[in-house]
């Protein structure tokens, strides 16, 4: 009996201790939760998007913060130095990911993917293979023709609408299914009719709709109450991988006999993952990680760029003399002819247009979600493992301490050179729409060149203007799979050729 008296006594100290060690944490302030549930329920009693919420609190509590959610807690950074000190500084510190909810663990392959693979091996391994073999400047070159037949039938697509429709388009519905398709030939290698582009679309849709946040991610106590949605997860899972290797079986059958299928490319994203080998001696990908693997590489590029686009047109259209600076240059670098990608490199001011579309409308309010690889300190705060890091980008890109008139689309703060901001957060951060450090997005070359070519493209063949006429362009925003326009815009387009 003493005995087990003693071991009773042995585990409530080592609660205790763990207990009182995590009390002694010193955590970013916030606000003040509930047991248990944390700030869960104060951001739904709240009634606004997560994002004016957050605001609120950042206003309150500062640059760096708790939010208390159910289970885990997230620290939230929304300062300039504070983040580059974190990615940049403390790059390999802050290059984790956190843990998993389990219906993202199917999807992901138990986190077999680039974004989503905690720092260590396999995310080395998956994400050299995807740079190097398949993003690097002269692997993108290899894909221009695609590119360009892409950018050509979006042309017809947006003359067909206006067409039929007195001279209406929708512009981010186009822009998204050009930029699909585009991505869709690089990663299987073969051009796909339109029917099978959007079988595609709708299966991954239906991913990120059944990956969209739940309360038993954060109170996973809640979990049993929640197996209807799994057993659903589990039936779009087996729907997206029974879809998907068709497509990459046809590849096989491509590489094995290439006459036998005469849409077949030379080189394609999947070819790299056929011939993958992992760091550390484990072997290839299997059929479900390369069902994971060529998702993210399709929805990691079209959306962001899609929503990119369509801002970016919704600010012309509000700046007719901006529009018809950037075509003046259009034409003064290329006359009659279509412009195409090499082009692009020698006009400073669609540039500018474009780094100033990045900073004041970013196609995310968040960067991925980082962990710390080891217990760590910021700002005299403790961040331990198990915390969400999130790093939200309005409080940067528009931070009147950073930038002159933040609200202004204004790109002749970085034409004429009066401001500067290094994307990639090397010398800084002051705006990050692909994240920075090692996690940096890898897509970033390919969404540069999709974006300046797309627009330029579509102001060298068009006039856009507001629709209705003399209205003013609505900016108002909503969360999707990115942060879209509330109203989709629709403009009214004139050809100019």
């Not at 990911?97 to 138990?110: E, G, H, K, L």
């Not at 990459?248 to 994203?269: G, Q």
């Not at 990908?285 to 686009?309: K, R, W, Y």
Request: charged share 25%.
């Amino acid at each position: 009996m003493a005995s087990f008296f003693t071991l009773i006594a042995f585990f409530l100290s080592v609660f205790i201790f763990f207990l009182t060690k995590k009390k002694r944490l010193k955590l970013p302030p916030g606000p003040p939760g509930w047991p248990i549930v944390g700030n869960l329920f104060q951001i739904a009693r709240s009634k606004k998007p997560f994002f004016e919420y957050l605001e609120e609190q950042r206003l309150k509590y500062g640059p760096i913060l708790t939010l208390k959610m159910g289970s885990r807690n997230m620290i939230v950074l929304s300062d300039a130095g504070l983040i580059h000190e974190a990615l940049v500084k403390n790059g390999i510190i802050f290059s984790n990911r956190p843990v998993d909810n389990p219906t993202r663990r199917v999807f992901s392959c138990d986190k077999f993917s680039v974004n989503a693979a905690v720092y260590g091996p396999v995310w080395r391994s998956l994400r050299r293979n995807m740079v190097e073999n398949m993003l690097s400047s002269n692997r993108l070159k290899e894909f221009c023709g695609v590119r360009e037949k892409g950018m050509d039938d979006f042309i017809k697509r947006i003359r067909d609408e206006a067409e039929g429709n007195n001279g209406v388009v929708r512009v981010l519905r186009n822009a998204r299914f050009a930029f699909f398709w585009i991505l869709l030939t690089m990663c299987f290698g073969f051009e796909m009719e339109e029917e099978t582009v959007n079988k595609m679309d709708e299966i991954l849709k239906t991913v990120l709709i059944t990956l969209d946040p739940r309360i038993d991610d954060y109170l996973p106590i809640l979990a049993p109450f929640f197996s209807k949605q799994k057993k659903l997860a589990l039936e779009v899972r087996r729907k997206q991988v029974e879809f998907v290797v068709q497509l990459m079986n046809r590849r096989r059958r491509a590489l094995k006999n290439p006459e036998l299928d005469i849409a077949a490319t030379s080189f394609s994203y999947l070819d790299t993952l056929f011939e993958l080998k992992l760091d550390g001696g484990q072997g290839s990908p299997s059929e479900e990680e390369l069902v994971t693997l060529c998702s993210e590489f399709l929805n990691g590029g079209t959306d962001t760029t899609a929503t990119a686009v369509e801002w970016g047109i919704a600010e012309l259209i509000a700046n007719p003399e901006i529009q018809e600076k950037l075509f003046n240059e259009i034409k003064e670098t290329v006359g009659d002819r279509k412009v195409n990608e090499k082009d692009v490199e020698k006009m400073p001011y669609l540039q500018a247009v474009v780094k100033e579309l990045l900073r004041k409308n970013p196609p995310t309010f968040f960067a991925l979600t980082h962990a710390v690889t080891e217990p760590a300190k910021l700002a005299g705060y403790d961040i331990p493992t198990d915390a969400n890091v999130e790093f939200f980008l309005p409080a940067i890109g528009r931070d009147p301490k950073l930038w002159k008139n933040p609200e202004k689309f204004d790109p002749e703060r970085f034409f004429l050179g009066e401001e500067e901001a290094d994307i990639t957060g090397v010398k800084g951060v002051k705006m990050m729409p692909f994240g920075v450090g090692r996690r940096i997005c890898p897509g970033l070359g390919m969404a540069t060149i999709h974006i300046h070519l797309m627009l330029a493209r579509m102001v060298q063949e068009f006039q856009w203007s507001e629709y209705p006429l003399k209205s003013k362009v609505d900016f108002s925003w909503k969360l999707e799979f990115t942060i879209v326009m509330k109203n989709p815009l629709k403009a009214m387009i004139k050809s100019r050729v």
